[in-house]
Every structure is written in structure tokens, then in C-alpha cells.
């Protein structure tokens, strides 16, 4: 079983840069990248050099199951969720989701480790509109999703700056 960030499967492909101040600021707080030890879900972020796109590797673990035997609808959906709002985030967005809508493509099977790709598509004043798609390891998409996302205010922007620093996270973890 893949129980840690930095088992070969996990691990980036060529020209892809980790993301290691975000992989290493998880806590167990944090549903989706918070856990260590593969029982629900292991997701290591990357950028692309030169790119404009977040990745990802994602392992679902025993503790993602839904169907019997494959990954839950609402662990799809809170990956793609954090991915979409990560990649704003690493674009200088400062943003949480107002939106989101998931297409559930394919079943995943429990142990399967797919691709991530998350990007922005458009950004309208305070309106950040991303996409994300889960690919696995035969090449078909699992899941798709699209999100509106909303660029806080700096009065909201301090005070997740303080529960951050309350929770023992490093509020500039994400910047």
C-alpha cells in the first residue's frame, strides 16, 4: 500500500516542479491533503515549468470508499474542489468557492492512482473560474469539474490568517 508523499508512484513526471511548501504544510485538519497515512486519500502537488496549471497525484485509500471496492462521489469532489481552489491560490488568487460542478465519468477503484490537472479559465473582477479533471492510469478521465471561486476580502483574508496560525498552520503556506 502506498502510505506516504514520497512513494514512487506519487512522485512527479519529468519538467514537473513539487510543490513542497504546500505538500509539507498539511495537517490532519485538512479533509482532503491533510492525511498521512494512506488510509483515505495521499495527494502530492506539482507546477509544471512554465506552465499555468496545477498537477497532482492522487492515491485513494480504504478510508475514500463508497461503491464497494471504489472511491466515493464526495472524495472525487472534495479533491477536484481543492485542487480548483489551490490552483488560484498558487496564481495569486486569494479565493474560496462560491460553485462547484462535478461530472463523474468512471469509477475508481480503491488503490488506483490517478493525475490531477487543475487550471483558471477566466477571472472577472473578484470571479475566478476554474476547471479540473481526474485522469487514471489507462488514460480515461474520471471525473471533470468546473468552479467558481470568489478572491476574499483583506478583513476575511486576515482572519483565516489568524485561525491558520491558531490551527499550528503556516498561514503562508498557500501563497
Known amino acids: 500500500m502506498i502510505d506516504d508523499l514520497t512513494h514512487p508512484d506519487l512522485a512527479g513526471e519529468a519538467g514537473w516542479e513539487s510543490i513542497e511548501r504546500f505538500n509539507e504544510a498539511r495537517t490532519a485538519e485538512s479533509y482532503v491533503s491533510g492525511e498521512s497515512d494512506g488510509r483515505r486519500l495521499l495527494v502530492r502537488y506539482f507546477r509544471p515549468i512554465g506552465a499555468e496549471v496545477l498537477k497532482a497525484r492522487v492515491r485513494f485509500g480504504p478510508g475514500s470508499q463508497g461503491p464497494p471496492g471504489h472511491v466515493h462521489g464526495g472524495a472525487l469532489a472534495a479533491l477536484l474542489d481543492e485542487a480548483m481552489g489551490f490552483s488560484a491560490w498558487i496564481a495569486g488568487h486569494r479565493v474560496v468557492a462560491a460553485h462547484i460542478e462535478v461530472d463523474f465519468l468512471a469509477l475508481v477503484p480503491l488503490g488506483a492512482v490517478g493525475t ?6 477566466g477571472v472577472n473582477g473578484r470571479k475566478v473560474h476554474v476547471r479540473a ?3 487514471l492510469p489507462d488514460g480515461s478521465v474520471a471525473a471533470r469539474s468546473t468552479g467558481l471561486f470568489l478572491e476574499l476580502r483583506p478583513e476575511q483574508l486576515e482572519r483565516l490568517a489568524e ?3 491558531g490551527a499550528g498552520m503556516d498561514p503562508e503556506a498557500f501563497g
Do not use: F, H, K, P
Open 116 to 121: 490531477l490537472d487543475a487550471r483558471i479559465e
Open 133 to 135: 479533471r481526474l485522469d
Open 163 to 165: 485561525l491558520a496560525t
